[in-house]
Nanobody, 115 residues
Framework: QVQLVESGGGLVQPGGSLRLSCVASGSGFSLYKMGWYRQAPGKQRELVATITSSGGTNYADSVKGRFTISRDNAKNTVYLQMNSLKPEDTAGYYC?????????WGQGTQVTVSP
């Protein structure tokens, strides 16, 4: 079981970059499959990117080539580097960790992409 806290969101201009961080507390972070999800108001929460315990990654088509998920197990942290941001990336971004029957969510961090 881990507790997740996201940070790094904010207001950024289109084309800009932002790096989100998710810090996990508790045991077993390195065993978790981690992911970033996002949810815009009135919209379904959608998968942005995942990274396995061994470092394998998957991305939503909408962010491929622009976003990079990574993890630093020594720091119990997963990152989402977001480049070439678009207004449609505006959403609350949520960190998720899964291991066996465990499923943890952070509280989210807001990303707003606007001129």
């Amino acid at each position: 079981q881990v507790q997740l806290v996201e940070s790094g969101g904010g207001l950024v201009q289109p084309g800009g970059s932002l790096r989100l961080s998710c810090v996990a507390s508790g045991s077993g972070f390195s065993l978790y499959k981690m992911g970033w999800y996002r949810q815009a108001p009135g919209k379904q929460r959608e998968l942005v990117a995942t990274i396995t315990s061994s470092g394998g990654t998957n991305y939503a088509d909408s962010v491929k080539g622009r976003f990079t998920i990574s993890r630093d197990n020594a720091k119990n942290t997963v990152y989402l580097q977001m480049n070439s941001l678009k207004p449609e990336d505006t959403a609350g971004y949520y960190c998720n960790g899964r291991f066996r029957n465990l499923d943890s969510w952070g509280q989210g961090t807001q990303v707003t992409v606007s001129p």
